[in-house]
């Protein structure tokens, strides 16, 4: 079995910044792509940034600039900073994160809430 945890989510005023993570446990053998989603109320999941198993990174045009993703591999973890952040960041993010047992599948975590507001 395997297991994601995220945290960090929360109220931020606009131009605020948040750091989430999201940390993988379980039966794992190896983590390949690790990546960050976001589905804002009433609206379809969306991209957000990924990171690579040799630290390649893509992002979304929305959050080039002002997001960064990151790794830990000692600690099976994946972060996202978030800095200058706007109202229209608003929404529940998910990390999603390829991961080897004795198969590869991709795993989700619960979601953690970030709002962007006055």
């Known amino acids: 079995q395997v297991q994601l945890v995220e945290s960090g989510g929360g109220l931020v005023q606009p131009g605020g910044s948040l750091r989430l993570s999201c940390a993988a446990s379980?039966?794992?053998?190896?983590?390949?792509?690790m990546g960050w989603y976001r589905q804002a109320a009433g609206k379809q999941r969306e991209f957000v940034a990924r990171?690579?198993?040799?630290?390649?990174?893509n992002y979304a045009d929305s959050v080039k600039g002002r997001f960064t993703i990151s790794r830990d591999n000692a600690e099976n973890t994946v972060y996202l900073q978030m800095n200058s952040l706007k109202p229209e960041d608003t929404a529940v993010y998910y990390c999603?994160?390829?991961?080897?047992?004795?198969?590869?599948?991709?795993?989700w975590g619960q979601g953690t809430q970030v709002t962007v507001s006055s």
């Open positions: 999603s994160v390829n991961i080897k047992t004795s198969f590869l599948r991709t795993y």
């Open positions: 990171i690579t198993s040799g630290d390649d990174t």
């Open positions: 379980g039966r794992i053998v190896s983590i390949y792509d």
